[in-house]
């Protein structure tokens, strides 16, 4: 049983920063659903990339798990039986729900879940990772470097599926998406205070960037291929491809 989001229907005197704490995780599948257009497509459709890009004898890392929506959805189309999962979460609250999750279902496919910070985590012998909705919680001087160590620890022909929140550089576009979304919440229930309280605490921690600043990162990093495959309003997930020698 899911848990209704009410957290900011309430007036709050001084609105603190955005933290994925307690109160945010024990409502947080019925919150990001209610938030996030095309959420529930996204994790089946990860499930679907895990079924094409997870390689016999590698790891397949989701970084920002929170409850591990990513990690089942692909847990249920990995065949290989000696691949491994690696799900990382610096929130101990999502971590703690994140490991009953898992633990609830069997499976063939080990999972490791890591309490720890995706900046440090070692990243080897990949041939999948996910970043869904977790790169743009991130300070944006930070997210080169770990792009970098992503391609690094991705074997060739390996694959980054980055999922975030996008800004436009076009303001006429880029209102209409952000009017279209809170369109989409206020369809989900969500009342103008909750919509207001909930994009101030989001304010200072969440830095959206444009897709093209993501295709910029990402050929830094030196991914050869990188493309939007979803998009719904100002929300999307990019595939990045680590070339295979010489391509
Ligand atoms: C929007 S949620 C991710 C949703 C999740 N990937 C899914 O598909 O349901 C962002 C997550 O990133 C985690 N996070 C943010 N910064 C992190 C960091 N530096 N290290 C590890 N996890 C981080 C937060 O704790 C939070 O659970
Ligand atoms: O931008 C918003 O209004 C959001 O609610 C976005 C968002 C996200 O993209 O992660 C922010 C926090 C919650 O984790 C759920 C959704």
Request: net charge negative; hydrophobic share 40%; glycine share 6%.
């Amino acid at each position: 049983m899911t848990h209704r989001d009410d957290l900011f229907s309430a007036p709050i005197a001084s609105l603190g920063d955005w933290t994925f704490d307690d109160r945010v995780a024990e409502v947080f599948p019925d919150m990001i659903e209610r938030s996030v257009p095309g959420y529930s497509n996204i994790i089946s459709m990860i499930g679907m990339l895990a079924s094409r890009y997870a390689r016999p004898g590698t790891q397949i890392y989701d970084l920002g798990c929170a409850l591990g929506a990513a990690t089942l959805a692909m847990r249920r189309t990995i065949s290989h039986a000696d691949c491994r999962i690696i799900a990382v979460d610096n929130s101990p609250a999502m971590i703690a729900r994140c490991r009953h999750h898992i633990e609830a279902f069997r499976a063939t496919t080990p999972t490791t879940i890591i309490e720890g910070d995706i900046r440090t985590t070692p990243i080897e012998n990949a041939s999948l990772v996910v970043l869904n909705f977790t790169l743009q919680f991130l300070e944006p001087a930070q997210r080169q470097n770990l792009l970098n160590r992503i391609f690094a620890g991705l074997n060739p022909g390996g694959a980054l599926v980055l999922s975030e929140k996008f800004s436009f550089q076009d303001q006429r576009i880029g209102g209409l998406l952000f009017d279209m979304h809170h369109d989409f919440k206020r369809a989900n229930g969500y009342s103008e205070l909750e919509i207001s309280q909930k994009r101030s605490m989001l304010e200072n921690v969440m830095l959206t960037d444009t897709v093209e600043v993501h295709k910029q990162r990402l050929a830094e990093a030196g991914f050869g291929h990188a493309e939007v495959w979803f998009q719904c309003f100002n929300f999307g997930s990019l595939i990045a491809i680590k070339p295979e020698s010489g391509q």
